[in-house]
Each structure stands twice: as C-alpha cells, then as structure tokens.
C-alpha cells in the first residue's frame, strides 16, 4: 500500500520558493526559513493549537458516537 503523504508550508513572500513546515517544527521553537533567500518567519503557534484542540475535541465526539 502506498503512503499518501502531503507536505504542508507555503510559498516565501520574498522569493516563492516553497517552504515546507513539519508539526515538529510547529510545536517546537525552532526558527523558520526560507531555504533558498534565508528570509525568516515568526509561526504563530496560538492558531495551530487551537486547531488541534477543535480537531480532538471533534474526534472525541465521533469516538463516543461509534460505541
């Protein structure tokens, strides 16, 4: 079976080159950069969290539905 991975980031605003971001990279406190112009970013990690939480939250619900 072959493993569908997608890679999550966004194009750098200086030079639009992709910039892949990893959940470890979220979650952890290192420093973002564009690989090819070295431009660096501020992750907000207030937003991502949250999301994680309504997703668990959501999950939780669905889990207690199929038992």
């Known amino acids: 079976m072959k493993e569908n991975k997608k890679i999550t ?3 750098c ?3 639009d080159t992709f910039v892949s971001i ?3 990279i979220l979650l952890s406190n290192a420093t973002l950069s564009c690989p090819n112009c070295n431009t660096k970013f501020e992750i ?11 997703l668990n939250t959501v999950n939780d619900k669905k889990d207690k539905t199929n038992n």
Request: hydrophobic share 25%; aromatic share 4%; proline share 10%.
């Open 44 to 54: 907000d990690k207030q937003e991502p969290m949250e999301a994680m939480q309504k």
């Open 9 to 11: 980031g966004f194009n």
């Open 22 to 24: 990893s959940l470890k």
């Open 13 to 15: 605003p200086n030079c």
